[in-house]
């Protein structure tokens, strides 16, 4: 067998150790597996690499007895420092645990995860190991016909590309067939919880031009969700009225322009347009509207509400951005525009204020409808998004465009007059004065993985790093090229999984973003408070285990 390389273990054993320390998420131990075993396995081939072409230079080899000390202290020192790590490791994260107020793990299955990264390892490596034997017997090969280092360059580029083109042609379109299947049977399940509406101002009621079973599992649960009359009666103390609800599903028409002409006469239906307010809210991947979105800007206005949407995908959000990452955008533009379009046709007085909202792919896809501030300004009465992806475009801009000083966790743009960005009431309520309307508003938490992901972290250390976490109490983050990156991706999976207030979970800041966005003159603090006391109730009893 072969001997270990020891500037390679060297590499991974600092990488390993860099994998535990905390990020922005508590992170399950079999997650942990996961990053500790690819971070360890990959810096362990590329500290191989520079061994193998330190060798080819023209320097004198240690001494023998310099090579035994070395290893015996890179065996005793770097096993005691991969314990001491691991130790903190998991007082971290029972930190993070217990600051997010859920229930801490044991500490036994972050120590398990640690034999079980080093085996992970092991097994990439013997894969790695695996690829360049047969790159270098292809390269033998070749040599009949080729000099020594052309064969055995083109031996590890033909092997190379016969790997990628397995795993991106059989395994990745396997998953994806699959990931396909999945969702699509999950699509068609009705949740306990949705109840077709009897109501004609709902989407799959008897009334509507949908059939309930077309509108999609998310769609069922959307138009089937809200508050009641006698909530929004008891919340605002005056009689309201029913909200409309406006959902097409991928099934209800095989084109987009279909389901858009849907959409537009369910609210010609409803009678959408006659109502105070006019939401055109972009769904996730899975055509999912944040129902706390939805039911604070209903309680806020009393029900005088209408909110549409429609479904484009049935993947979760980062599946439909890698399968086709256009199809949000395109759905989000078409739909907005179609709406504004009719909405403008009204006279001036008799029109609803229009205002646009989308969370995490949903604000990506919503964005592509505008193509700047001027355009919002002129075509909206208020924008609210939420926990945007680090590749929304407008967001980009306006965060690489603000002002120099300025946090990349919460930036200024353009001194606030329009655009701002909040991660906390506090951010939200001061100063409103210089606020011209209409206004847009990102939620973005300093510990929204969504936010902040994105490949180039892989090599290049982000601004927000070096900040202040904006108040969440969040450890240190320090930066490890790929490490970080990692780390960042497995908190992707863990973004909803956490209480109100964190992660990618805005349940409670929806009531302070649309009262400063969109609100009655005589909407006060007092109110914003009640409702935000309110929506953080709702999501943790839905939340609650059943």
């Not at 033909?158 to 379109?173: E, I, K, N, P, S």
């Not at 089937?224 to 009689?239: M, V, Y």
């Not at 800041?509 to 953080?536: H, K, M, Q, Y």
Request: hydrophobic share 45%; with cysteine.
């Amino acid at each position: 067998m072969t001997r270990p390389n020891f500037l390679g273990l060297v590499a991974g054993v600092l990488f390993l150790c860099a994998s535990l320390l905390p990020s922005l998420l508590p992170r399950h131990w079999g997650y942990q597996v996961i990053v500790s075993g690819i971070a360890s396995a990959a810096t362990y081939g590329l500290g191989t690499l520079a061994s193998h072409l330190w060798r080819r230079l023209p320097f004198r080899e240690p001494p023998r007895r310099l090579k035994r000390l070395a290893w015996w202290i890179l065996l005793v020192g770097g096993s005691a420092w991969v314990i001491v790590t691991l130790v903190l490791g998991i007082r971290w994260q029972q930190e993070l645990y217990r600051m997010m107020g859920m229930t801490v793990p044991s500490r036994w299955g972050y120590a398990a995860a640690l034999f079980l990264a080093l085996l992970l390892a092991a097994i990439l490596v013997l894969i790695g190991r695996g690829i360049r034997f047969a790159s270098r017997r292809v390269g033998v090969t070749l040599a009949r016909w080729l000099p020594g280092p052309a064969a055995g360059l083109l031996g590890g580029v033909l092997v190379g590309l016969l790997v990628v083109g397995l795993l991106d042609g059989f395994v990745v379109d396997r998953f994806f067939d699959a990931a396909d299947e999945t969702f699509r049977v999950s699509d068609r399940i009705v949740a306990d919880d949705a109840v077709q509406p009897t109501s004609a101002l709902r989407s799959g009621s008897p009334e509507s031009l949908v059939s309930w079973q077309s509108l999609g599992s998310k769609g069922r649960t959307f138009v089937a969700g809200g508050p009641s009359l006698n909530d929004l009666t008891e919340f605002g103390g005056e009689i309201a009225r029913q909200p409309i609800r406006v959902y097409v599903g991928l099934a209800s028409h095989p084109t987009l322009q279909g389901r858009i002409q849907l959409v537009l006469d369910e609210l010609e239906r409803t009678g959408a347009f006659e109502r105070e307010i006019l939401c055109v809210a972009t769904a996730t991947g899975t055509g999912w509207v944040d129902p706390q979105a939805a039911n604070a800007l209903e309680y806020i206005w009393a029900g005088d509400t209408a909110i549409a949407s429609l479904q484009y995908s049935y993947l979760p959000s980062w599946i439909s951005f890698l399968v086709d990452s256009g199809r949000a955008r395109e759905a989000g533009a078409a739909l907005f525009n179609a709406v504004y379009e009719r909405w403008a046709s009204l006279p001036e007085n008799d029109r609803p204020r229009l205002l646009v909202f989308g969370e995490s792919l949903g604000a990506d896809g919503s964005e592509a409808a505008f193509s700047g501030v001027a355009d919002i300004r002129n075509r909206t009465d208020g924008v609210l998004w939420a926990g945007p992806p680090n590749f929304s475009e407008l967001w980009s801009s306006f965060t690489e465009e603000r002002e120099p000083g300025s946090p990349q966790r919460l930036p200024l743009y353009e001194d606030g007059e329009t655009v701002r960005f909040a991660s906390g009431p506090e951010q939200i309520e001061s100063p409103m004065e210089s606020w011209s309307r209409p206004r847009v508003l990102y939620l973005q938490y300093a510990s929204d993985p969504v936010v902040w992901w994105t490949p180039r972290i892989i090599l290049r250390r982000p601004d927000w790093l070096e900040e202040p976490t904006g108040g969440e109490g969040l450890p240190k983050v320090s930066w490890f090229p790929l490490v970080t990156f990692l780390q960042l991706t497995v908190d992707l999976a863990n973004s909803i999984d956490v209480p109100a207030g964190h992660g990618h979970n805005y349940a409670g800041l929806f009531a302070n973003g649309w009262a400063a966005v969109a609100s009655p003159e005589d909407w006060t603090a007092d109110d914003t408070d009640r409702l935000r006391t309110l929506l953080i109730a709702q999501e943790r009893a839905a939340s609650a285990p059943k």
